[in-house]
């Protein structure tokens, strides 16, 4: 059953109360909204409900329900991408503002809670391609985060939502310079990523700050393995979520399943990734995050296990969102393909064309490859799919032990083989091969609208960047940014960019 949000209920309460806050408006974080807080990062959204709607009788003045009702419309949009839910919902900013607007202004919680709630309804804008009005509210949570650090230094959880700000800031591609300059925010990954890891890491005895390490934990280490150098890092940050020294029962928080999976996909741990996944619970009572089912997916297909298609069908079925669903389809159509049935496997790659949006890069490569309209060299396939789960000695030996003219039938395959054995050369550390088939496939394919030669120029950046070969490492990125490919773009803009601000503060100054 569609879990269903009581809109006339909760509006109606914040009329009620208006009044209540406008006179002796407070932010009290005692055990109940604690409480309500950890439901949420459960997404037990019923559950928080009911603890907020108690607050709100037991003490109407207090404001921290306010913006706890806030994560709660931010978490529905941000898993769920319904825009009906969305016109819905985006009402509700400017009502939870208004109150919280009422509070004692020489309290941290005031600019924090208002600085989040703009924070939380950009990203959720961002889901829906509203751009200007998305950075527009960056820039006032980050004025409000910025100035809550200059009053109350020692009010560390504001650096949490500072420390995102100050990621967003830095890896903004230069085709969107507009949405920087309508930010009006400076910043970078190193800098963001400090401030979020003095709350990640935090030992100390205060409850709340404890709270909020979890949601620290996920921003850091994920953007760690999307945009550091060393993405084995963030294996060892999401290490913090450990049972034996975090709260167990948030350990099955669907947010965090997602963090640890992914990482570990990332990292090639696809079957202890998969384990993670295998083991997670659905219930009722738990909002649905139906990409899981997604990412286990990949993890099965990662492994080639065809009954994969399952799960990519029952994503497509039920998620009514926008992204990944042209994915999902090309991941149908991949299966289709390694069991040899073309006819299946041209009937659903056309299924790409009238399904989802092409907003994020995962969708746009399925696009693209629908429009390509022609049957993938399975070998090279095989290939991609063992490599991004790990297994990199059998996608190695899948390449080596076919005569290679039997599956190169283009120059597109020309080049995702020397990209592939780049690839796999770079993760098992024969860095001089990887080097020569990176160059050859940059030089191959930088003209082309695939991704290998872009993707290939940033590989070598990361190479020559942990050599300390500064310069070679600038430009392979400025390459990675110029070489004008119409797959997985937006990405590696935004990891190249992170490598060029790395650069400019470890090159000597002249």
Known sequence: ?????????????????????????????????????????????????????????????????VYLENYIDFLTLFIGENRLQFEELKGNKSNRINLLEKGNTGSPYYRFCLAEVN??????????????????????????????????????????????????????????????????????????LQELQEIAEYKGQDKIVRLFRPEAIFFMSSIIANLQKDKHEALEKIALFDAQTFDEMLVKSPLIIYARASILMKNGHNDEA??????????????????????????????????????????????????????AYQKMAWCEALKGDSVKYFETIHLIENKGIAMIDEDKQAESEC?????????????????????????????????????????????????????????????????????????????????????SAYQMGLIYENMGNYNMADSCYRKCISIKTLEYKTSLNQKAKAGLNRLKRMQPKT
């Open 1 to 65: 059953m569609r879990w269903r949000l009581p809109f006339k209920t909760f509006l109606l309460s914040g009329a009620f109360l208006f009044f209540t806050y406008s006179s002796s408006a407070q932010y009290l974080f005692n055990d109940q909204c604690q409480k309500a807080y950890h439901a949420i990062l459960l997404l037990r959204f019923d559950e928080a409900r009911n603890l907020i709607e108690s607050e709100q009788h037991q003490n109407p003045s207090n404001l921290i329900p």
């Open 119 to 192: 924070l939380q309804w950009a990203f959720a804008r961002l889901k829906f391609g509203d751009y200007t009005a998305a950075a527009l509210e960056i820039r006032k949570a980050y004025q409000l985060f910025t100035e809550n650090q200059e009053r109350f230094p020692a009010f560390i959880i504001n650096k949490t939502g500072l420390g995102v700000v100050h990621v967003i800031a830095g890896i903004v591609p230069d085709n969107y310079k507009w949405i920087t300059r309508l930010m009006g925010v400076e910043g970078s990954v190193e800098k963001g």
């Open 274 to 327: 998969l384990q993670i996944l295998q083991e997670r619970t659905t219930s009722g009572e738990t909002y649905p995050f139906l990409y899981l089912d997604y990412l286990e997916g990949i993890a099965r297909l990662n492994r080639l296990d065809l009954n994969s298609k399952e799960y990519f069908n029952r994503y497509v079925s039920s998620f009514t969102g926008l992204n990944y669903i042209k994915a």
């Open 371 to 455: 429009n390509i309209w022609r049957f993938p060299s399975i070998v090279l396939l095989r290939a991609r799919l063992l490599f991004d789960g790990g297994y990199y000695n059998r996608a190695l030996n899948e390449m080596l032990d076919n005569p290679v003219k039997s599956y190169i039938k283009s120059r597109k395959d020309l080049t995702e083989y020397t990209y592939r054995l780049a690839r796999i050369y770079h993760e098992t550390g024969n860095i001089p091969k990887a080097l020569d088939y990176y160059r050859q496939t940059v030089v191959r394919g930088k003209n082309e609208i695939f991704y290998y030669a872009a993707a």
